[in-house]
């Protein structure tokens, strides 16, 4: 789709071993869920940004000594 609407599409993820030696536990989440809510992050940024870019980061955050997986998704729509 960002192809199609001449969009810049910025994905920016660690790789798997690198991303998972930050986490250094097991994440539990609902696979179902969790892809559904992705996806409509993503069609969301897509379906109202008209010119720009979209942007998805998956990081690990650490707060008050927890540590927090983020997933963000931005566009300049």
């Not at 990081?59 to 566009?75: A, Q």
């Given at each position: 789709?960002a192809?199609?609407?001449?969009?810049?599409?910025?994905?920016?993820?660690?790789?798997?071993?690198?991303?998972?030696?930050?986490?250094?536990?097991?994440?539990?989440?609902?696979?179902?869920?969790?892809?559904?809510?992705?996806?409509?992050?993503?069609?969301?940024?897509?379906?109202?940004?008209?010119?720009?870019?979209?942007?998805?980061?998956?990081?690990?955050?650490y707060?008050?000594?927890?540590?927090?997986?983020?997933?963000?998704?931005?566009?300049?729509?």
């Amino acid at each position: 789709m960002a192809e199609t609407f001449g969009l810049d599409y910025i994905i920016d993820i660690p790789l798997a071993d690198e991303f998972n030696q930050d986490v250094g536990d097991k994440v539990y989440l609902d696979h179902d869920m969790y892809e559904t809510i992705v996806f409509n992050l993503c069609s969301n940024a897509l379906k109202h940004t008209w010119n720009g870019r979209v942007t998805i980061r998956l990081y690990v955050d650490y707060k008050d000594k927890n540590k927090m997986i983020v997933l963000e998704v931005s566009d300049t729509g």
